[in-house]
C-alpha cells in the first residue's frame, strides 16, 4: 500500500516514523537515525508529512519540502490531545499523523533561512541584555554594601563606578571584583550595540519591516522580529486571531449563552508579546497622540497604566496583522 501521510517525531540522534495509507491504516512504522533520514523520504513519493513546530523543524520541512513533499508543522499543543496512552516516540509519532489530517488543524509556515537567522540575532540580544542586567544588578548590589548607590538605569552605572574609583570606602578585593564586573560589561554593550546595528542594517533593507516601523510604538527591533517570525500573514484570518496568538486576548470562561472573560492568555510567542507591551508603554509616555486619543485617555482614566498599555499592545498587533497583509503603510485615520 502507498503511504499517504507521514507522522515524523523529531529528536537529536532517533527519529519515529508512522506511515498511513488512503485509508488511514497503519502500513509503516520505523525509526531512523539522523544520517538516514533524507535517504528515506527520497526514496518515497511525494506525500503528507507532518511535525511538530518544535526544535529544528524548519530545517527538516525545508529539507523534506526540496525533495516534494507537503511538509506541514503542527503547534505541540495542538497533537498532545491525540496521544494515547502512554508517553513515547511511537505514540508521538502516531499522534502527530492523526493531527495532520484533521480538517480544521492549524499550521505553523516553515521559516526560510533568512528569517531564521534574523530571530538567532533577536535571541542573542535578547540573551546579551538580560546578562547586562544581571551585572549591573550585581553591581549595584556590592557596591550599595559600601554606601555607594545611584539613580537606577543603565546610564547612571557608569556614575556609580566612578564614585567607587574615588571613594577609598570600599576595600581592594572588592574594587578588583567590580572592575571585572565593569569590563564584562562593556563588552556586552559593545555586542548589543553590533547586534543593534546589524538589525538595523536588515530593516532598511526589508520592505515589509518598514511598513511595521511606521505605526507608533514599533521601531526596527519590534518590526524586524514579528517581520522574522510571522512567514506567512495570511496564516491568520485576522488582526484579532494574529493578537491570539501572541497571548493579548483574554482568556474566556463563557458558559450558558454568558460570555466571562478574564486576564490576557498569555500563549503564544513570548518575545514579540513582550515587546509590544514594551512599546506600548513608550507609546503612553512619550506620544502627543497618545495624550491627544481619546481611546486612550478612556482607558487611563478608568484602568491602570499597565493594562492600558496591554490593550494598546493587542491594538498595536491588530495594526500589524493589517499592515503585513494589505502591504500598505499604517495610516493614522484608520486608528481613530
Given at each position: 500500500?502507498?503511504?499517504?501521510?507521514?507522522?515524523?517525531?523529531?529528536?537529536?540522534?532517533?527519529?519515529?516514523?508512522?506511515?498511513?495509507?488512503?485509508?488511514?491504516?497503519?502500513?509503516?512504522?520505523?525509526?531512523?537515525?539522523?544520517?538516514?533520514?533524507?535517504?528515506?523520504?527520497?526514496?518515497?513519493?511525494?506525500?503528507?508529512?507532518?511535525?511538530?513546530?518544535?526544535?529544528?523543524?524548519?530545517?527538516?520541512?525545508?529539507?523534506?519540502?526540496?525533495?516534494?513533499?507537503?511538509?506541514?508543522?503542527?503547534?505541540?499543543?495542538?497533537?498532545?490531545?491525540?496521544?494515547?496512552?502512554?508517553?513515547?516516540?511511537?505514540?508521538?509519532?502516531?499522534?502527530?499523523?492523526?493531527?495532520?489530517?484533521?480538517?480544521?488543524?492549524?499550521?505553523?509556515?516553515?521559516?526560510?533561512?533568512?528569517?531564521?537567522?534574523?530571530?538567532?540575532?533577536?535571541?542573542?540580544?535578547?540573551?546579551?541584555?538580560?546578562?547586562?542586567?544581571?551585572?549591573?544588578?550585581?553591581?549595584?548590589?556590592?557596591?550599595?554594601?559600601?554606601?555607594?548607590i545611584q539613580a537606577q538605569g543603565v546610564s547612571n552605572v557608569a556614575r556609580l563606578l566612578r564614585d567607587m574609583r574615588e571613594d577609598i570606602v570600599v576595600p581592594?578585593?572588592?574594587?578588583?571584583?567590580?572592575?571585572?564586573?565593569?569590563?564584562?560589561?562593556?563588552?556586552?554593550?559593545?555586542?548589543?550595540?553590533?547586534?543593534?546595528?546589524?538589525?538595523?542594517?536588515?530593516?532598511?533593507?526589508?520592505?515589509?519591516?518598514?511598513?511595521?516601523?511606521?505605526?507608533?510604538?514599533?521601531?526596527?527591533?519590534?518590526?524586524?522580529?514579528?517581520?522574522?517570525?510571522?512567514?506567512?500573514?495570511?496564516?491568520?484570518?485576522?488582526?484579532?486571531?494574529?493578537?491570539?496568538?501572541?497571548?493579548?486576548?483574554?482568556?474566556?470562561?463563557?458558559?450558558?449563552?454568558?460570555?466571562?472573560?478574564?486576564?490576557?492568555?498569555?500563549?503564544?510567542d513570548q518575545y514579540i508579546r513582550r515587546l509590544l507591551i514594551i512599546g506600548a508603554?513608550?507609546?503612553?509616555?512619550?506620544?502627543?497622540?497618545?495624550?491627544?486619543?481619546?481611546?486612550?485617555?478612556?482607558?487611563?482614566?478608568?484602568?491602570?497604566?499597565?493594562?492600558?498599555?496591554?490593550?494598546?499592545?493587542?491594538?498595536?498587533?491588530?495594526?500589524?496583522?493589517?499592515?503585513?497583509?494589505?502591504?500598505?503603510?499604517?495610516?493614522?485615520?484608520?486608528?481613530?
Amino acid at each position: 500500500m502507498q503511504i499517504t501521510t507521514i507522522g515524523l517525531d523529531l529528536a537529536k540522534h532517533i527519529f519515529q516514523v508512522h506511515g498511513v495509507d488512503a485509508d488511514g491504516a497503519a502500513v509503516e512504522k520505523r525509526r531512523l537515525r539522523r544520517g538516514q533520514v533524507l535517504t528515506y523520504f527520497a526514496k518515497l513519493p511525494a506525500c503528507v508529512v507532518g511535525m511538530e513546530a518544535c526544535a529544528t523543524a524548519h530545517f527538516w520541512g525545508r529539507e523534506l519540502r526540496n525533495l516534494g513533499h507537503d511538509v506541514r508543522l503542527i503547534p505541540p499543543q495542538y497533537v498532545k490531545p491525540y496521544v494515547r496512552r502512554g508517553k513515547n516516540d511511537a505514540a508521538d509519532a502516531a499522534a502527530i499523523c492523526e493531527a495532520v489530517s484533521r480538517p480544521h488543524m492549524r499550521f505553523v509556515p516553515i521559516k526560510s533561512v533568512e528569517q531564521q537567522s534574523l530571530l538567532v540575532m533577536h535571541r542573542a540580544r535578547d540573551l546579551l541584555v538580560r546578562q547586562r542586567t544581571q551585572l549591573i544588578n550585581a553591581i549595584r548590589g556590592h557596591l550599595a554594601e559600601f554606601g555607594l548607590i545611584q539613580a537606577q538605569g543603565v546610564s547612571n552605572v557608569a556614575r556609580l563606578l566612578r564614585d567607587m574609583r574615588e571613594d577609598i570606602v570600599v576595600p581592594e578585593p572588592a574594587r578588583v571584583v567590580i572592575e571585572l564586573f565593569a569590563e564584562q560589561l562593556g563588552a556586552l554593550e559593545e555586542r548589543i550595540d553590533l547586534i543593534e546595528a546589524r538589525l538595523a542594517a536588515w530593516h532598511k533593507a526589508s520592505e515589509v519591516s518598514r511598513r511595521l516601523a511606521t505605526i507608533p510604538g514599533i521601531g526596527p527591533i519590534i518590526a524586524t522580529a514579528i517581520t522574522a517570525t510571522v512567514a506567512d500573514p495570511s496564516a491568520f484570518r485576522s488582526g484579532r486571531e494574529f493578537a491570539a496568538w501572541l497571548g493579548l486576548t483574554p482568556t474566556q470562561r463563557s458558559t450558558g449563552g454568558k460570555q466571562r472573560l478574564g486576564r490576557i492568555s498569555r500563549k503564544g510567542d513570548q518575545y514579540i508579546r513582550r515587546l509590544l507591551i514594551i512599546g506600548a508603554q513608550t507609546v503612553l509616555l512619550r506620544s502627543k497622540a497618545a495624550k491627544a486619543n481619546a481611546w486612550i485617555q478612556g482607558l487611563l482614566a478608568r484602568c491602570p497604566r499597565l493594562k492600558v498599555a496591554v490593550a494598546l499592545a493587542n491594538k498595536m498587533a491588530r495594526i500589524a496583522w493589517a499592515v503585513m497583509a494589505k502591504g500598505e503603510p499604517y495610516r493614522q485615520i484608520a486608528s481613530a
